[in-house]
């Protein structure tokens, strides 16, 4: 499947702020059964951006706009293929965790086994974990994560906005009900009291009318990968009960949010802010040209008419002129 995926990001301040440090992590990653062919980041108030990649294999932008503004957007577009997974088998073998113990033994998972910012034991962790039956190792692996997957999807509602990017998991814990960040970290959190492996992926969710998701469409999402023996890093969906496949898209793997959040950074200046966001993934075969997407697209451009005109415009046009530029350098060389 390909698809064409735009992130917009606005954040607007109550009165100008003097200067903006901004990391960005959008860029899909390109391995395994997935492969970014392009990707474009525009950033209004114009700025020099630069990028490099972490210890984990993400590709972060950062930039730094030192002159005042009112509001910062940032509108990022990318072509990503992603191809089926292969079908993953019954079950593993008899000595599954022995193999995954051996694993473990001869290479470094510590990052992806020890707590983290979100993603650490608690009582009311180990409660759960007595109440879901996985409190120990036992009967397969696979199997194992297959059926907690399915566990957290029942005993846990989702709910927009119940939550915030910085809530605890004891907040979900308490109320049973949270956004797909909870579900990654409960999950999370479970496996590593197994000293099973397992990592933090932030991207985004293909939406369509042949799958009843229970994650919103419009938002980025998050899962669970795991470390298996035989079978490599296998990614489950708890929000939705699913094996994450070809619908999921890969933007950053960490231990939890705090390793891989899709804007973070710092400002100068007192001011309220308000953040809207908006994603868009629709099967594609090629990146439309700004103008013309953001006209045929009525969803978009009424969600477009809620922000500074002027502003999205500055936007587009530069990233217009960063393509221009692109094509001439490409030219002369």
Known sequence: MFYAVRHFTRYRY????????????????SEAIQRCFTF????????????????????????????????????????????PPAPLPESLGPDAWEQLDELIAR?????????????????????????????E????????????????????????????????????LSSRQGVCQDFAHIMISLLRNLRIPSRYVSGYLFHDSGHTDRSIGGATHAWVEARLPEIGWVGFDPTNNLVAGE?????????????VPPTVGTLKGSAKSELLVRVRVTPSDAVLPPDQELASDQE??????????????????????QEQETQQQQQQQ
């Open 14 to 29: 109550s009165k100008p702020i003097w200067q903006s440090v901004m990391e960005v992590r959008m860029h899909p990653r």
């Open 40 to 83: 474009q980041l525009s950033v209004s108030p114009r700025a020099r951006i630069f990028s490099h990649t972490d210890h984990n294999g993400n590709q972060i932008h950062h930039f730094d706009i030192p002159e005042p503004h009112k509001q910062l957007t940032v509108v990022t577009d990318a072509l990503v293929d992603v191809d």
């Open 107 to 135: 290479d470094d998972y510590w990052d992806m086994m020890m707590p983290s910012t979100f993603a650490r034991t608690s009582p009311e962790l180990e409660a759960f974990a007595n109440e879901c039956g996985v409190a």
């Open 137 to 172: 190792r036992k009967g397969d692996p696979l199997q194992l994560l297959l059926d907690l997957n399915t566990k957290l999807y029942n005993a846990f509602a989702y709910v927009k906005e119940s939550t915030t990017v910085d809530s605890p998991i004891e907040h979900a």
């Open 247 to 259: 619908r999921h898209i890969r933007t950053a793997i960490g231990r939890d949010y705090a390793d």
């Open 300 to 321: 978009w451009s009424r969600f477009l008419e809620s922000s500074d005109q002027p502003e999205i415009q500055a936007a587009v046009q530069q990233q217009q002129q």
